[in-house]
Protein backbone atom coordinates (compact mmCIF):
# COMPACT_ATOMS: atom_id res chain seq x y z
CA UNK A 1 0.00 0.00 0.00
CA UNK A 2 1.16 3.03 -0.80
CA UNK A 3 0.85 6.18 1.67
CA UNK A 4 2.05 10.10 0.93
CA UNK A 5 2.94 12.39 3.60
CA UNK A 6 2.80 15.78 2.25
CA UNK A 7 3.98 18.97 3.41
CA UNK A 8 3.83 22.79 1.99
CA UNK A 9 4.43 26.40 3.18
CA UNK A 10 3.75 29.70 1.23
CA UNK A 11 4.03 30.53 -1.94
CA UNK A 12 2.84 27.23 -2.38
CA UNK A 13 -0.75 27.55 -2.92
CA UNK A 14 -3.49 26.02 -0.87
CA UNK A 15 -5.24 23.18 -3.08
CA UNK A 16 -5.69 19.06 -2.85
CA UNK A 17 -2.14 19.00 -3.78
CA UNK A 18 -2.05 15.08 -1.33
CA UNK A 19 -4.40 13.96 -4.30
CA UNK A 20 -2.20 15.17 -7.04
CA UNK A 21 0.96 13.60 -5.25
CA UNK A 22 -0.72 10.09 -4.75
CA UNK A 23 -1.94 10.12 -8.48
CA UNK A 24 1.37 10.51 -9.72
CA UNK A 25 3.54 8.42 -7.22
CA UNK A 26 1.17 5.53 -7.84
CA UNK A 27 1.47 5.80 -11.71
CA UNK A 28 5.26 6.07 -11.39
CA UNK A 29 5.45 3.02 -9.35
CA UNK A 30 2.79 0.98 -11.17
CA UNK A 31 4.50 0.94 -15.02
CA UNK A 32 7.80 0.40 -13.41
CA UNK A 33 8.61 -3.20 -12.55
CA UNK A 34 8.22 -2.18 -8.82
CA UNK A 35 4.60 -2.04 -8.92
CA UNK A 36 3.93 -4.82 -6.77
CA UNK A 37 4.48 -2.00 -3.85
CA UNK A 38 1.05 -0.82 -4.89
CA UNK A 39 -0.42 -3.84 -3.15
CA UNK A 40 2.55 -4.95 -0.78
CA UNK A 41 1.53 -5.90 2.43
CA UNK A 42 4.12 -3.26 3.73
CA UNK A 43 3.27 0.23 3.89
CA UNK A 44 5.27 1.72 1.50
CA UNK A 45 5.77 5.90 1.81
CA UNK A 46 6.67 8.94 -0.02
CA UNK A 47 7.20 12.20 1.74
CA UNK A 48 6.60 14.81 -0.28
CA UNK A 49 7.60 18.83 0.62
CA UNK A 50 6.17 21.75 -1.46
CA UNK A 51 8.75 24.45 -0.17
CA UNK A 52 10.06 27.62 -1.31
CA UNK A 53 13.28 28.11 -3.89
CA UNK A 54 14.96 29.39 -0.69
CA UNK A 55 14.88 25.52 0.92
CA UNK A 56 15.65 23.83 -2.17
CA UNK A 57 18.27 26.28 -3.15
CA UNK A 58 19.79 25.09 0.42
CA UNK A 59 19.63 21.65 0.06
CA UNK A 60 20.67 21.61 -3.68
CA UNK A 61 23.83 23.53 -2.33
CA UNK A 62 23.98 20.76 1.12
CA UNK A 63 24.02 17.64 -1.07
CA UNK A 64 24.70 18.46 -4.45
CA UNK A 65 27.18 21.22 -4.21
CA UNK A 66 25.16 23.16 -6.56
CA UNK A 67 24.05 26.88 -5.56
CA UNK A 68 21.43 27.31 -6.90
CA UNK A 69 17.71 26.16 -6.47
CA UNK A 70 16.61 23.13 -8.77
CA UNK A 71 13.13 22.17 -9.47
CA UNK A 72 13.24 18.96 -7.70
CA UNK A 73 15.16 16.74 -5.27
CA UNK A 74 14.74 13.25 -4.63
CA UNK A 75 16.34 11.72 -1.25
CA UNK A 76 16.41 7.59 -2.06
CA UNK A 77 15.81 6.10 1.76
CA UNK A 78 16.11 2.49 0.12
CA UNK A 79 18.81 1.32 -2.55
CA UNK A 80 16.68 -0.36 -5.81
CA UNK A 81 17.91 -3.58 -5.93
CA UNK A 82 16.80 -4.13 -2.37
CA UNK A 83 12.97 -3.14 -2.44
CA UNK A 84 11.35 -6.20 -2.59
CA UNK A 85 13.48 -7.42 0.14
CA UNK A 86 12.50 -4.89 2.32
CA UNK A 87 8.86 -4.69 1.65
CA UNK A 88 9.01 -8.35 2.50
CA UNK A 89 11.27 -8.07 6.01
CA UNK A 90 9.34 -5.17 6.73
CA UNK A 91 9.85 -5.19 11.18
CA UNK A 92 7.03 -3.18 11.42
CA UNK A 93 5.47 -3.19 8.02
CA UNK A 94 6.34 0.51 6.94
CA UNK A 95 8.78 1.00 4.59
CA UNK A 96 10.27 4.45 3.82
CA UNK A 97 10.61 4.90 0.19
CA UNK A 98 12.13 8.53 0.51
CA UNK A 99 11.81 12.26 0.21
CA UNK A 100 10.62 14.36 -2.56
CA UNK A 101 11.26 18.29 -2.70
CA UNK A 102 9.65 20.74 -5.58
CA UNK A 103 11.18 24.12 -5.03
CA UNK A 104 7.97 26.75 -5.72
CA UNK A 105 9.47 29.53 -8.17
CA UNK A 106 11.59 27.28 -10.28
CA UNK A 107 7.92 25.12 -10.70
CA UNK A 108 5.87 28.48 -11.59
CA UNK A 109 8.97 29.70 -14.37
CA UNK A 110 8.82 26.70 -15.69
CA UNK A 111 5.36 25.96 -16.17
CA UNK A 112 4.78 29.58 -17.40
CA UNK A 113 8.46 28.45 -20.28
CA UNK A 114 5.79 25.32 -21.34
CA UNK A 115 2.54 26.90 -21.35
CA UNK A 116 1.40 24.52 -18.90
CA UNK A 117 -0.11 25.05 -15.29
CA UNK A 118 1.47 24.78 -11.96
CA UNK A 119 -0.45 21.31 -11.09
CA UNK A 120 0.50 19.91 -14.23
CA UNK A 121 4.24 20.80 -14.39
CA UNK A 122 3.67 19.92 -10.24
CA UNK A 123 2.66 16.19 -11.44
CA UNK A 124 5.46 15.68 -13.90
CA UNK A 125 8.02 16.66 -11.20
CA UNK A 126 6.25 14.18 -8.44
CA UNK A 127 6.57 11.49 -10.97
CA UNK A 128 10.36 12.15 -12.08
CA UNK A 129 10.79 12.27 -8.58
CA UNK A 130 9.35 9.14 -7.52
CA UNK A 131 11.21 7.71 -10.83
CA UNK A 132 14.45 8.70 -9.02
CA UNK A 133 13.38 6.72 -5.98
CA UNK A 134 12.97 4.09 -7.64
CA UNK A 135 16.78 4.13 -8.76
CA UNK A 136 16.04 5.57 -12.14
CA UNK A 137 18.40 7.75 -13.17
CA UNK A 138 19.31 10.60 -16.08
CA UNK A 139 22.92 10.78 -15.66
CA UNK A 140 23.75 9.02 -19.09
CA UNK A 141 22.32 9.06 -22.19
CA UNK A 142 20.81 4.99 -22.30
CA UNK A 143 19.69 5.91 -18.44
CA UNK A 144 17.88 8.96 -19.34
CA UNK A 145 16.21 7.52 -22.43
CA UNK A 146 14.62 4.65 -20.91
CA UNK A 147 13.71 7.14 -17.46
CA UNK A 148 11.90 9.74 -20.41
CA UNK A 149 10.24 7.28 -21.75
CA UNK A 150 8.89 5.39 -18.44
CA UNK A 151 7.66 9.32 -17.44
CA UNK A 152 6.09 9.90 -21.40
CA UNK A 153 4.16 6.70 -20.46
CA UNK A 154 3.42 7.86 -17.03
CA UNK A 155 2.31 11.04 -18.18
CA UNK A 156 0.28 10.01 -21.10
CA UNK A 157 -1.61 7.47 -18.24
CA UNK A 158 -2.63 11.30 -16.38
CA UNK A 159 -3.28 12.65 -19.29
CA UNK A 160 -0.90 15.27 -19.51
CA UNK A 161 1.62 16.53 -21.97
CA UNK A 162 4.99 14.79 -23.32
CA UNK A 163 7.92 17.37 -21.70
CA UNK A 164 10.54 15.95 -24.01
CA UNK A 165 8.65 16.62 -27.00
CA UNK A 166 10.60 18.37 -29.58
CA UNK A 167 8.43 20.52 -31.71
CA UNK A 168 9.85 22.68 -34.84
CA UNK A 169 8.99 26.54 -34.52
Known amino acids: ????????????????WD???QRAATAA?????HGELLTSAATVEISFR?????EVHTLNKQYRQKDKPTNVLSFPMVQADLLET?????????VLLGDIILAHGVCVAEA???????????????VHGTLHLLGY????????????????DVLAALGL???????ED
Not at 29 to 33: C, D, F, S
Not at 50 to 54: E, M, P, V
Not at 112 to 126: P, Q, Y
Open 1 to 16: MLEIALSSEAPWPDQD
Open 19 to 21: ALA
Open 29 to 33: IERTP
Open 50 to 54: LASDD
Open 86 to 94: ITQNSDDGE
Open 112 to 126: AERGISVEDHAMHLM
Open 137 to 152: DHIDDDEAEGMEQIER
Open 161 to 167: HDPYLIT
